[in-house]
C-alpha cells in the first residue's frame, strides 16, 4: 500500500491537506484532511442577545464577513419578526456585490490561475503577468471599498444590523463607486476572457448537482427564501436540514453534507447553473458564448464562472448604487417578538451558506451554521478520487497527480477555517 | 499570523541599525498586519495605529486594505522602503522583534484570505521599492484574548524605531 500526500494544501485559507491511498495502480481512497481544530462558534453565541451574536458570527471568516453577517440577519430577522425596509435590503445587496468581487477576484487570479499557467504560485507569475496580477489587485481593492462603503470597514463591518443599518452609505460615497465600476468593467471582462482561454482538464469530469439559492423576482443574486436544485427541485430555506444532512467523519474537524446520500456543489458554477438565465448585460452575453455541457460535469468551470459573475456584480453596482441613493434613510426596523426561529440563506462567494436561529426570551438559544467548503467537501474528495484514477491509468507521474488534486481542491475556493466551526473531536 | 524562517533576534539598538540598513534615505511607509482580535496576533495593527497618529499619510493598517495600499505606493514615485509589521512565528521568547528582508520571507502564504507579504514584496521590488517584514513574537492568540506584556513592549520598541526612522526620512 502506498500514500501520496499533499501534506499542506497551499493557497486555500486554513489548514488542510490531501491523502491518496493506493493499492499498486488503484485508488482505495482520496482524502482532503481538515487539520484545522475546532472554533465552537455556535457554542460562544449561545445565550448573547441578537444584536451581540451580529459581532461575534461574522469572525468566523476574514473574507466572507459580510456574508455570514448578512446570512445571520437574515435568520434572527425572521426569529425576530422584523421586516427590512426596502433601503435596508438595497444596500445589503450593494455589499454583497462588493464582496463578490473582493473574493472572486483574489480567487481566480492568485490561487487558481498560476496552476493553469504553469507557475508554482502568483509571485512566480510576476514577471510574466504582472500587469494581470495587477489587474487582479485593482478588483480586490475596489471590492474592499465597496465593503467598506457599505458595512463600514474593509473587514467586520458592523453598519449593517438588525432592521437596518447603523449609517447609509452618503451619496459621495455611492457616487464614487459607481464611477469606479464603471472603469474597472473592461478589466473584468478581460479577465473573463482570460479564463475562457484556459484549457481545463477532463480528469475530474463526472455528472454532478448543483445548489444555490434562488434569488427572487427571477433574478439573479445572492439572497434568497428557496433553494434551487439542479435536478429541478426546489426547496424551502427552512428546510435546510434536509438538503444538507450534515455528518461527522474520522479524518477531518470539518463537518460534512449529503443530499439524499450524494454530494453536491455549491458556489459560483452552481448559481451560474440554477440561475445563469437571468443574467443580463456583458456576463450573459459572455455566459452564453462560454456555457457548454462541461459546466455540469467538472468542478474546475467554477474559476470560469466566479470571473463572469465577478463582472456581473461590477455591472450592477451602479444601478445597485443608484437605487440607495434615491431612497431616503428609513428608521431601524425594531423585533415584533422575543421569542422565535428562522433561517437565513445568503450566497458567499464560494457558495450557500446558511444561518439557523432559534432565540428564547430575547437570547439566543440555538444556533446553527452550515458552510460552503462544508457542504462541498463530499464532492471534492469524489471528483478527487476520479482524477487520482485517471490521472494514474493515464501514467501520469506523481508530481503531475498531486497538482491535478491540487486543482480540483482549489477550484472550489475551499475556506477550511469557515468549515471548522464546530466539530467536536472524539477519541476512542 | 506571518510564518518566517528562523532568523537572529534584535536588541533595540540592533533594530534601529537593522532598519536603518534596509531603509537607507528613501521614505518609510508602514503596513500593519494581523487580527486584532486574537490578542498579539494583531501586534502589526497596533503599531500601525500608533504610527497614523504622527504619520498618517504614511501609515497604514490591515483594516485600510493591504493589496490597494501596495498597489497605491507602488505606484508613487521616488525612493520608498515599505515596512510590514506583523506578528511572525520565529520559535522565539514572546516579543522577539526581528526584520526579516524580502528574500527570507516564505512564499507559501498566500491564503483564501490574504495575499502573501511575499507577493506584495516582490511587487514593490518590480516597481523599485524596498520591502521587508518586522516581525513581533506573539505568546497568546486566542480568539478575544488580551496582548501580553512583552508583546506590548515590543510593540512599544518597534513603534518608536519606526518613528525615529520615519522622521528622519521625511
New interface residues.
Given amino acids: 500500500m502506498k500514500e501520496l500526500n499533499v501534506e499542506?494544501l497551499?493557497?486555500?485559507?486554513?489548514d488542510g491537506g490531501i491523502t491518496v491511498t493506493l493499492d499498486g495502480k488503484k485508488v482505495k481512497s482520496v482524502t482532503l484532511d481538515v487539520h484545522e481544530g475546532p472554533?465552537l462558534i455556535e457554542q460562544l453565541v449561545k445565550g448573547m442577545t441578537p444584536a451581540d451574536d451580529l459581532n461575534v458570527i461574522p469572525?468566523i471568516?476574514?473574507?466572507c464577513t459580510l456574508s455570514h453577517r448578512y446570512s445571520a440577519i437574515r435568520g434572527l430577522e425572521k426569529a425576530l419578526g422584523i421586516t427590512p425596509p426596502e433601503k435596508t435590503q438595497l444596500a445589503r445587496e450593494l455589499m454583497m456585490l462588493g464582496e463578490n468581487v473582493e473574493?472572486n477576484s483574489?480567487?481566480t487570479f492568485?490561487?487558481a490561475l498560476p496552476d493553469f499557467l504553469g507557475y508554482?504560485?502568483?509571485?512566480a507569475m510576476?514577471?510574466d503577468y504582472?500587469d494581470d496580477?495587477?489587474r487582479a489587485?485593482?478588483l480586490?481593492?475596489y471590492g474592499?471599498?465597496v465593503m467598506?462603503v457599505t458595512s463600514g470597514?474593509?473587514?467586520h463591518g458592523e453598519n449593517p444590523i438588525l432592521g437596518g443599518f447603523g449609517r447609509y452609505p452618503s451619496k459621495k460615497a455611492l457616487e464614487e463607486i459607481k464611477l469606479k465600476a464603471h472603469e474597472l468593467i473592461p478589466d473584468a471582462v478581460r479577465d473573463v476572457e482570460l479564463f475562457a482561454s484556459l484549457d481545463y482538464p477532463t480528469y475530474p469530469e463526472a455528472e454532478m448537482l448543483f445548489m444555490s439559492v434562488n434569488a427572487p423576482k427571477k433574478q439573479y443574486g445572492f439572497a434568497g427564501e428557496s433553494i434551487l436544485i439542479s435536478n429541478g427541485k426546489e426547496m424551502n430555506v427552512e428546510d435546510y436540514k434536509k438538503l444538507t444532512n450534515e455528518r461527522v467523519v474520522s479524518h477531518s474537524f470539518a463537518k460534512r453534507s449529503l443530499y439524499q446520500d450524494k454530494p453536491f456543489t455549491v458556489g459560483a458554477n452552481a448559481r451560474m447553473i440554477n440561475m445563469g438565465k437571468r443574467l443580463d448585460g456583458q456576463a450573459a452575453d459572455l455566459f452564453k458564448q462560454h456555457y457548454n455541457e462541461r459546466w455540469l460535469k467538472n468542478p474546475l468551470m467554477n474559476n470560469l464562472a466566479q470571473a463572469i459573475e465577478m463582472l456581473w456584480s461590477l455591472e450592477h453596482i451602479p444601478d445597485m448604487a443608484d437605487k440607495v441613493m434615491a431612497l431616503e434613510d428609513p428608521k431601524i426596523e425594531q423585533p415584533t417578538r422575543q421569542t422565535g426561529s428562522g433561517t437565513g440563506a445568503v450566497e458567499a462567494p464560494r457558495g450557500t451558506l446558511y444561518h439557523h436561529y432559534e432565540v428564547k426570551d430575547g437570547l439566543i438559544d440555538v444556533a446553527d451554521i452550515i458552510t460552503p467548503t462544508a457542504q462541498n467537501l463530499d464532492d471534492i474528495e469524489r471528483h478527487m478520487k476520479l482524477t487520482a484514477e485517471r490521472m494514474l491509468a493515464a501514467d501520469k507521474k506523481d508530481e503531475e497527480v498531486r497538482l491535478g488534486l491540487e486543482m480540483v481542491a482549489r477550484a472550489y475556493?475551499?475556506?477550511i477555517?469557515c468549515a471548522t466551526h464546530l466539530v467536536r473531536l472524539k477519541r476512542v | 499570523m506571518h510564518k518566517l524562517r528562523d532568523a537572529p533576534g534584535e536588541t533595540e539598538a540592533g533594530l534601529k541599525a537593522r532598519l536603518e540598513g534596509v531603509a537607507g534615505k528613501s521614505k518609510v511607509y508602514v503596513l500593519g498586519l494581523g487580527?486584532t482580535?486574537r490578542a498579539d496576533d494583531g501586534a502589526g495593527v497596533l503599531v500601525a495605529e500608533a504610527l497614523k497618529k504622527l504619520f498618517p499619510s504614511y501609515s497604514y493598517s490591515?483594516?485600510?486594505?493591504v493589496?490597494?495600499t501596495?498597489?497605491d505606493i507602488s505606484e508613487k514615485d521616488g525612493d520608498i522602503v515599505v515596512f510590514f509589521v506583523d506578528a511572525s512565528e520565529l520559535h522565539a521568547p514572546p516579543g522577539t522583534v526581528r526584520v526579516i528582508e524580502k528574500e527570507r520571507i516564505r512564499?507559501?502564504e498566500?491564503?483564501?484570505?490574504?495575499?502573501?507579504v511575499?507577493?506584495m514584496a516582490?511587487?514593490l521590488e518590480?516597481a523599485g521599492k524596498k520591502a521587508a517584514v518586522v516581525g513581533i513574537q506573539p505568546g497568546r492568540i486566542e480568539?478575544m484574548g488580551t496582548v501580553t506584556a512583552p508583546v506590548r513592549a515590543a510593540i512599544g520598541t518597534v513603534t518608536k524605531s519606526l518613528a525615529n526612522l520615519m522622521r528622519a526620512n521625511d
Avoid at chain 1, 508554482?120 to 509571485?123: E, G, K
Avoid at chain 2, 490591515?62 to 486594505?65: L, P, T
Avoid at chain 2, 498566500?110 to 502573501?116: E, K, L, P
Fill in positions: 499542506a497551499a493557497r486555500v485559507e486554513g472554533r469572525r471568516c476574514a473574507i473574493s483574489l480567487h492568485l490561487l508554482p504560485s502568483a509571485i510576476l514577471n504582472g496580477v495587477k489587485l485593482r480586490k481593492k474592499n471599498h467598506a470597514r474593509i473587514v475556493d475551499p475556506c477555517s | 487580527n482580535d490591515e483594516h485600510d486594505g493589496e490597494g501596495v498597489l512564499e507559501t498566500i491564503t483564501t484570505h490574504r495575499v502573501a511575499a507577493l516582490s511587487m518590480k480568539f
